[in-house]
C-alpha cells in the first residue's frame, strides 16, 4: 500500500521495511554484532589466503593488492554496521531510543550533557569508520569532515529516516571517492567491479524495499533483513570473483610463457 506516491506507507512510517514476523526483526537487531564477527572471521579467512592467488612475483599482485586493500576496509564497514544495529539494541532496551518522529537536535535537547555526549560520541566514531569503508583512497582529514557534516545533517532529521539518509551520504561518498581519490593506476578490474557487486544492487534492494515492504510477500515476510543480509555477503563475492579473475590471468600467463 502506498500513501498516493511510490513509496510504501509502512515504510514511509518507520523509515525502513520492518519485518512482520517478530522473532526476525528481534534478531535482526540484537544478534547484528554477533553476525558481525561470524563474518569478519571468515573474510579474515578469505583475506589470509591472499598470498596463495596471485605470487608475489606474479603481474597481478598489485591488483591483488587493491583488491586486499578494499576487503580490509569492507570488514571495517561490517563491524561499523554492526555497532550501529548494537546501539539501536541497546537504546531500545535501555528505553532512551528516542521516538522515530522526533529529530536528534530535540532529542539532544531534552538530554542532560552527560547524555547527550553518550549518545553522540559513539555516533560520531562510527561515522569515521563507517565512510572510510566506502572511501578507502580518501584521507582521514576528508573523512572526518564528511562524518561530521553527516552527523550534523543527522541532527536535523527524524530518526526514523536514518537509515536513507546514511544511504545517501555512503553511496555519495563512494562515487566522490572513486571519482576524485582513487589514483589512474589503481582503476583496475577490482575498481570496476567493487561497485558493480556492491553498491548496485544494494541500491536496487533499497528501491524494492521502500516500495514494496506491503504488497511483496518476500518483503513483508523478511523486510530490511534481506538489504543486509546482500550487504554483508556482497564482500566474499567481490573478493571470490576477484580471485578467480586474477588466479586465471595468472595461469593464462603462466602458460604463454
Not at 573474510?43 to 603481474?59: H, I, N, Q
Not at 543480509?229 to 600467463?253: H, K, Q, T
Request: proline share 4%; charged share 15%.
Amino acid at each position: 500500500d502506498t500513501t498516493g506516491g511510490v513509496l510504501d506507507q509502512r515504510w514511509e512510517e518507520e523509515g525502513y521495511c520492518r519485518s512482520e514476523n517478530t522473532t526476525i526483526t528481534q534478531t535482526h537487531l540484537d544478534s547484528g554484532l554477533a553476525m558481525a564477527l561470524i563474518l569478519f572471521l571468515f573474510m579474515s579467512f578469505l583475506y589470509g589466503k591472499r598470498t596463495s592467488v596471485p605470487k608475489p612475483s606474479s603481474s597481478n599482485a598489485a591488483e591483488m593488492e587493491i583488491v586486499n586493500s578494499y576487503v580490509l576496509y569492507a570488514m571495517l564497514g561490517v563491524i561499523a554496521h554492526a555497532f550501529a544495529h548494537f546501539l539501536i539494541y541497546t537504546g531500545m532496551t535501555l528505553g532512551i531510543y528516542p521516538d522515530g518522529e522526533m529529530r536528534g537536535i530535540d532529542d539532544l535537547r531534552e538530554s542532560s550533557v552527560t547524555m547527550a555526549v553518550s549518545k553522540s560520541l559513539p555516533v560520531f566514531l562510527g561515522w569515521n569508520f563507517l565512510l572510510k569503508s566506502y572511501m578507502q583512497s580518501a584521507g582521514w582529514s576528508t573523512i572526518l569532515i564528511i562524518a561530521t557534516s553527516t552527523v550534523s545533517g543527522f541532527l536535523y532529521i527524524p530518526f526514523k529516516f536514518g537509515f536513507p539518509f546514511a544511504q545517501c551520504i555512503l553511496f555519495f561518498g563512494l562515487s566522490l571517492d572513486q571519482l576524485f581519490f582513487v589514483r589512474s593506476e589503481q582503476k583496475t578490474f577490482a575498481y570496476a567491479l567493487y561497485p558493480f557487486v556492491t553498491v548496485l544492487p544494494s541500491g536496487i534492494l533499497s528501491i524494492l524495499e521502500c516500495t514494496r515492504c506491503s504488497s511483496g510477500s518476500f518483503w513483508a515476510a523478511y523486510g530490511h533483513v534481506i538489504y543486509d543480509v546482500f550487504m554483508a555477503l556482497s564482500y566474499p563475492i567481490f573478493y571470490a570473483l576477484c580471485s578467480i579473475y586474477y588466479g586465471r590471468s595468472r595461469a593464462s600467463s603462466i602458460k604463454n610463457e
